[in-house]
């Protein structure tokens, strides 16, 4: 007999109003496979290991087969895509429901790949299997970085073939969010939803996510505050370590400030500010530089969605948003600077820490240098014989961080310690992404994902073994490019 697999699900979000979700039912695959299981989520979750690659387990990955507990449903949002309001939902995801962890914390379960829902308008609500892996492979890299992520269960395949360019094999991804509200759930409800339907999600996401004392405060105005918090701080953190989105679509932008939906996105290795990958970003909408302003721009269409909660009267509502939303630039400025404090191995502030980064990373721009290993040169004080390193320019800008540092208490030691915790040794770069997914892809092989999820673990351990990953690909005529809703 198989040991059970765990699952304790409590389902919140069916308890909203029926506005907000469809019931679904399943759409069997052929033959599934269960091809990446992550033990670390599985163990947080209170899954059994064991359990979880034996026949049962691998049909829920599937979804072949509902979990004890679990009321298979796909969710109802809308969003600004490049600009444009749309009425989306999950058009090829199903969430199972909530797991209640050990510790009492609580995670949707939910399937990408899955097959159609009412949502799905044109689309054949599947999913190939490179763009499963890489979700897998780039958002545990997430995790091991420090930075608030949607992690990925198990990755199966489905035994089937599905048609994009060319015939690709199937496959599901299992993910586990804090929860997938999005700024575009909000927009939906009020576009479609009676005040009384976006008074109830506004309350549901205080309680699942902000449940602490807001005093006297306005609640949803509230709400508005931590959501801007929260992703004041994400977004800070993917400037930091060089992360670009990719498709900072309102509906792609969590109430939890967690990251969700790896499509297109990639990390930057020269620095450049214009970066963008995907290849339906024409106009640079959500390249690098542009992701904090992105990020205000969608806060504001949150702050639209909850204007008739936060004052029956317009006016006052609009001027109390106002009040509260002028706070993300600074609030993002502050967490960035913190981080590329900690980057520079500086403790203290200054008011000129500011010019100093961004002279940095200007030179950074000129010389075109790689941004990762920039800061993990200057880490260890290992320089090779780039432009950058060589250029009188920044032999100046040298000095006056040396001088910086000598302006404060800490050792050099110390700055070296803080330096190693927010400089990552790896990031999963593309061409590495690329060669693990084309060995799994078209060899079935997965040794080379599985090494590169064991070095991704751990950025900041900056072993031996992770110089290899660490080199820079071949310079190549073509720029890299990623793709959506692939
Ligand atoms: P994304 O930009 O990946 O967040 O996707 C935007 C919308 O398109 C979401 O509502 C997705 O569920 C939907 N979508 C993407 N790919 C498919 C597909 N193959 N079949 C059905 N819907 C899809
Ligand atoms: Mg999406």
Request: net charge negative.
């Amino acid at each position: 007999m198989e040991k059970t697999i765990g699952w304790h699900f409590d389902n919140s979000y069916v308890r909203l109003p029926s506005i907000y979700y469809s019931e679904l039912s399943l759409h069997p695959v052929h033959l599934p496979k269960l091809v990446l299981l992550n033990e670390d989520v599985a163990t947080s979750l209170g899954l059994d290991i064991q359990a979880l690659q034996g026949e049962e387990a691998v049909a829920v990955f599937a979804g072949n087969k509902v979990p004890k507990g679990g009321e298979p449903i796909a969710q109802a949002y809308a969003g600004h895509q490049f600009g444009h309001f749309n009425m989306l939902g999950d058009g090829r995801a199903l969430l199972y429901g909530e797991q209640i962890t050990p510790l009492n914390e609580r995670y949707d379960i939910a399937l990408k790949g899955s097959g159609r829902t009412p949502y799905s308008r044109g689309g054949d609500g599947r999913a190939a299997l490179g763009p499963m892996l890489r979700e897998y492979i780039i958002s545990e890299a997430m995790f091991a970085l420090g930075i608030p992520t949607s992690r990925s269960l198990a990755v199966v395949t489905t035994g089937e073939s599905i048609y994009r360019e060319t015939e690709q094999p199937g496959a599901i991804v299992t993910r586990v969010a804090s929860s997938h509200l999005r700024v575009g759930t909000f927009q939906y409800a009020a576009h479609w939803g009676t005040d009384e339907e976006l008074q109830r999600l506004a309350d549901y996401a205080l309680e699942r996510h902000f449940p602490n004392d807001y005093g006297e405060q306005n609640r949803y105005l509230h709400l508005l505050q931590e959501v801007i918090k929260q992703q004041a701080s994400l977004i800070a953190k993917w400037q930091l370590v060089g992360f670009i989105h990719g498709v900072m679509n309102t509906d792609n932008m969590t109430i939890s400030g967690e990251t969700i939906d790896y499509g297109p996105c990639a990390f930057m290795d020269t620095y450049d500010p214009a970066t963008v990958f995907s290849s339906i970003d024409r106009q640079g909408r959500y390249a690098y530089g542009n992701q904090p302003n992105i990020g205000g721009w969608n806060l504001t269409r949150l702050a639209e969605a909850l204007l008739p909660l936060i004052h029956e009267d317009q006016e006052t509502a609009i001027q109390l948003a106002q009040d509260v939303l002028q706070q993300y630039p600074q609030l993002y400025v502050q967490n960035w600077l913190r981080g590329m404090r900690a980057k520079l191995g500086i403790f203290n502030e200054e008011q000129e820490d500011k010019d100093l980064i961004e002279e940095l990373l200007q030179l950074m721009q000129q010389y075109k240098a790689d941004y990762t290993n920039t800061f993990i040169a200057l880490t260890f004080g290992q320089f090779d014989e780039s432009s950058l390193f060589n250029s009188s320019a920044f032999k100046d800008w040298y000095q006056k961080w040396l001088a910086r540092l000598a302006r404060q208490q800490q050792t050099k030691d110390m700055s070296q310690q803080l330096m190693r915790q927010y400089n990552p040794a790896v990031i999963p770069r593309n061409h590495r992404v690329e060669e693990a997914l084309e060995a799994a892809v078209e060899q079935g092989d997965y040794n080379v994902i599985n090494k590169l999820l064991k070095v991704l673990a751990q950025p900041y351990a900056h072993t031996k073994e992770q110089q290899e990953y660490a080199s820079l690909p071949e310079p190549c005529s073509q720029p890299y490019r990623t793709f959506c809703g692939t």
